[in-house]
Nanobody, 125 residues
Framework: QVQLVESGGGSVQAGGSLRLSCAAS????????WGWFRQAPGKKREGVAG????????YYADAVKGRFTISQDIAQNTLYLQMNNLKPEDTAVYYC??????????????????RGQGTQVTVSS
């Protein structure tokens, strides 16, 4: 059973940066997709970014391209989301997610079946 624990959320002014971390445990091989999605009050859940452990295929939602960077430290079993030039519309609870599967699945972040408990990101104008 994959377990995911997020950290690094907080409050920041527009234009600022935050880095989210996700500590992963309970998986036994590297054929996994890892990603982040977010949920804002009154809005649909949105897949933000995904990465595959083998080959490093990466997906970004259009809304975050050029501002967010997903990465992973395989040795530390940790997934990151570096968020730069944050905007008020980025305010949401951010969730780490994972799924066993190939690189072609990397963009299907909302279908990943393992999820963390979420961390709040608040961006003020």
């Amino acid at each position: 059973q994959v377990q995911l624990v997020e950290s690094g959320g907080g409050s920041v002014q527009a234009g600022g940066s935050l880095r989210l971390s996700c500590a992963a445990s309970g998986y036994s091989n590297s054929n996994y997709c890892w990603g982040w999605f977010r949920q804002a009050p009154g809005k649909k859940r949105e897949g933000v970014a995904g990465i595959h452990s083998i080959g490093g295929n990466i997906y970004y939602a259009d809304a975050v391209k050029g501002r967010f960077t997903i990465s992973q430290d395989i040795a530390q079993n940790t997934l990151y989301l570096q968020m730069n030039n944050l905007k008020p519309e980025d305010t949401a609870v951010y969730y780490c997610a994972a799924a066993y599967g190939g690189w072609s699945y990397v963009s299907h972040v909302l279908q990943y079946n393992y999820r963390g408990q979420g961390t709040q990101v608040t961006v003020s104008s």
